[in-house]
């Protein structure tokens, strides 16, 4: 249940419901928004009837049941679309916020000429791997903390917030250190630990989909992070399994247009892991964009063919730059559609 305060509540009547909704039986999460506050009843074996009658107290504006199972991400508690703001950088305004940089941090030299080259074509934050899951234990697992202060040294110098993914609770306090936002990568969406412990810091959080989780599973993963306290979270779309095997992974592009409608968070794309297709990546980022993406992640390398991860997914620096251009081209004129007809 949902109880949303009026616009004119005082702290004393929020504290009340506060302190009603725990006597009824109810964990209560309080969200104060720019013009009211919400406070939400989560858990259990409460008293329901007590959270329906609060109707009745002084500055509450209704009481809502929320029907979707994640109760702090529903669009139903919160109509209005968060806002993440990392390093500066506002994701979810409407605005298309572009990530881009190596799958792997691999040199001071690789990592700096990446983030001038993505910066120059536009891009608003970067992105690298200092700590790799990799599929096989022989390929190479990332540079972990020497990566770490690369990506701080760059971000200092460039100004650039940097993003880098998180793979265990130990690493959490030296990687926040380091970087403006943690991606908790597909393979532990679900990792129920790693999430419980992110919920409890403000360093935003970008949690890629599982390449076999639901939408559903995904916003649940999301309501951890919200029910522990951070706020901060940024959903990626990513590709998920399916039959077909031209492409690395399917992007689910109806999933971030679904997400979008389900949830108030906002849904970046990723289409360097969605197709793992270089050449796919332009159309698929136009495509994000045109569905309402608030933003996207795509990875570039100096030299793709040399790159320690993820080569064949890898833009150059020129093809981020056209990759670029062409997502600021219109959409084809609806008129040369009904004349070709
Ligand atoms: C990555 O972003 O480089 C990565 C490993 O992504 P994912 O977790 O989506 O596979
Ligand atoms: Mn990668």
Redesign the pocket.
């Known amino acids: 249940m949902i109880i949303n305060m009026s616009e004119q509540a005082t702290k004393e009547q929020i504290e009340h419901v506060v302190e009603r909704v725990k006597e009824a039986g109810y964990q209560a999460i309080v969200t104060r928004g720019e013009e009211r506050t919400i406070v939400a009843a989560v858990g259990s074996g409460g008293r329901r009837h007590e959270l329906e009658a609060l109707a009745a107290a002084g500055g509450v504006a209704d009481v809502v049941a929320i029907s979707d199972p994640f109760k702090l991400v529903s669009r139903q508690a919160k109509p209005q679309r968060t806002v993440v703001n990392v390093g500066g950088v506002r994701i979810g305004d409407g605005s298309l916020v572009v990530i881009a940089g190596p799958?792997s941090v691999e040199s001071r030299e690789q990592l700096f000429s990446t983030a001038r080259a993505v910066k120059a074509a536009g891009a608003q934050l970067l992105r690298g791997?200092a700590y790799?899951?990799r599929t096989s234990p022989y390929d190479f697992q990332g540079l972990g903390v020497e990566a770490l202060r690369l990506l701080h040294e760059v971000r200092q110098e460039l100004g650039l917030p940097v993003v880098t993914?998180v793979m265990s609770t130990e690493d959490v306090d030296v990687i926040c250190e380091h970087v403006d936002m943690l991606?908790v990568?597909?393979?532990n969406m679900q990792n129920f630990a790693l999430l419980r412990r992110l919920a409890v810091i403000q360093t935003p959080v970008l949690l890629?989909r599982g390449p076999s989780a639901s939408v559903k599973e995904w916003l649940l993963a999301a309501e951890y992070l919200l029910a522990g306290g951070n706020r901060n979270v940024v959903l990626c779309e990513?590709g998920i399994k399916t039959f077909e095997t031209e492409t690395r992974n399917t992007l689910d592009l109806a999933a971030v247009a679904l997400a979008r409608e389900m949830s108030h968070l906002p849904v970046v794309v990723?289409p360097s892991?969605g197709t793992g297709r270089r050449s796919l990546i332009a159309p698929l980022s136009r495509a994000a964009a045109a569905l309402g993406a608030d933003g996207l992640l795509v990875e570039v390398h100096p030299c793709p063919e040399r790159a320690l991860s993820?080569g064949p997914q890898s833009l150059d620096f020129d093809g981020f730059r056209d990759l670029m251009d062409r997502l600021a081209e219109p959409m084809r004129p609806l008129e040369a559609r009904i004349g070709a007809a």
Do not use: I, T, V
């Open positions: 799958c791997g790799k899951p993914e991606q990568g597909a393979r890629k990513r990723d892991h993820d």
